[in-house]
């Protein structure tokens, strides 16, 4: 439905402009749509490859775990020697807009090496530790791109809304606006062009 608006040129002017906007409006954001879906399925690619080297390493993790209980005994009181990982940091960097989180371990806390004593424990320990310790920056890498897909997945479908209004309904309801004045205007000089005929011919009558 068109917008009820005065048919004069000046509305025509104003109509056309909004029209030329909301187009150039929708270039953009379906511009920004696709630019989003294709940084999205990157991420997807890898998630599911950071998933696939988690499931390995923590088998290799929990088997060398199991490995160290048995060599060792019930590792309980070593484990406690490990201190608190304080060493995740967040960020970001943004895609179209769209503030997408950056997950970093300090590299600070983990040059301090190794937290428990090398005398009361032995390689199978070390191994677990180092495939656990693998799992961690892995895991951190996986929440980062999962987080990111879940962002990138919400502002496509935010901008896909948008668009499809743009499209349906505002350039539609626009180009009806702009024909319709058009057409009025159209009229209005076709009338105003036979009003000048019959009065030229009446003058022209007169003079006869």
Do not use: H, W
Request: proline share 2%; with cysteine.
């Amino acid at each position: 439905m068109a917008v009820q608006a005065v048919p004069t040129k000046g509305n025509l002017m104003t109509f056309k402009k909004s029209l030329s906007l909301a187009r150039t409006g929708y270039e953009l954001l379906d511009k920004k749509r696709n630019i989003l879906v294709r940084e999205m399925m990157t991420l997807i690619d890898r998630a599911s490859e950071i998933q696939d080297k988690i499931d390995i390493t923590y088998s290799k993790a929990y088997l060398a775990l199991q490995k160290a209980n048995i060599t060792l005994g019930y590792i309980d009181d070593i484990a406690k020697t490990v201190p608190t990982d304080n060493s995740l940091k967040l960020s970001y960097r943004s895609v179209m807009g769209v503030e997408i989180p950056i997950v970093t371990i300090d590299e600070s806390m983990e040059e301090k090496g190794i937290f428990y004593g090398l005398g009361s424990t032995n390689a199978t320990f070390d191994e677990a530790y180092m495939c656990f310790r693998e799992v961690k920056i892995l895991t951190a890498d996986l929440a980062e791109v999962e987080n990111s897909v879940y962002r990138l997945a919400d502002a496509i479908k935010k901008t896909q809304k948008r668009a499809n209004a743009l499209k349906n309904i505002m350039i539609p309801r626009f180009e009806e606006t702009v024909k319709f004045i058009s057409d009025a205007l159209e009229e209005k000089d076709r009338e105003e062009f036979s009003r000048l005929k019959v009065i030229k011919a009446q003058k022209q009558k007169k003079e006869e």
